[in-house]
């Protein structure tokens, strides 16, 4: 099975799962609150998926390795390259 | 480690990535089990409104890249008919 049919696979498991509880197709008697939590959940489930992927992504550029001194040598050697070419004639 | 911006712009994402989390769970999972008569309920907005802005919100993204999208395709039309 592909990766796209097992994902699939899963959420049509966890959503027919929540559905019936929600309806109460399955005749569970769920006292109110957990009712009140279950409803929201998929709602729930992507909003901290967004967040968790937001968190990561600014984390990540937080703690990212620069190199600054070469940073600075690669643009020096740029604008060398740029003049060497410009000389020979080549427009940019 | 990053400097400068680049660390200021990570770590605000972070930080609003973990406030945005903390007030969503509390409301979301916490809440319910909070007797209606709490103080703290004056600090959340009715319930349905934990689905609907967040949909609201999802609708607004694909709408903006979907015009994003439009908007460089048109430019990139425009510029092969001018080449042509």
Not at chain 1, 30 to 37: D, M
Not at chain 1, 69 to 82: F, P, T, W
Request: glycine share 8%.
């Amino acid at each position: 099975m592909t990766k796209l049919a097992q994902w699939l696979w899963g959420l049509a498991l966890l959503g027919s799962t929540w559905a019936a509880l929600t309806t109460g197709a399955l005749g569970l008697e769920l006292p109110s609150s957990c009712r009140e939590v279950l409803w929201p959940l998929p709602a729930y489930l992507l909003v901290s998926a967004g967040c968790y992927a937001l968190g990561t992504v600014g984390y990540r550029v937080a703690t990212f390795h620069d190199c600054e001194d070469a940073a600075r040598e690669l643009q020096s050697q740029i604008r060398e390259a740029r003049a060497d070419l410009a000389r020979r004639g080549m427009r940019f | 480690m990053a400097t400068g911006t680049d660390q200021v712009v990570g770590l605000g994402l972070v930080a609003v990535s973990l406030i945005i989390f903390t007030y969503y769970t509390a409301w979301v999972i916490l809440l319910p089990f909070i007797d209606s008569q709490h103080v703290i309920h004056k600090y959340f907005l009715p319930r349905a409104y934990a689905v609907a802005i967040p949909l609201a919100a999802g609708l607004m993204l694909l709408l903006f890249v979907g015009l994003f999208i439009t908007y460089v395709m048109l430019k990139n039309q425009k510029a092969t008919k001018k080449v042509q």
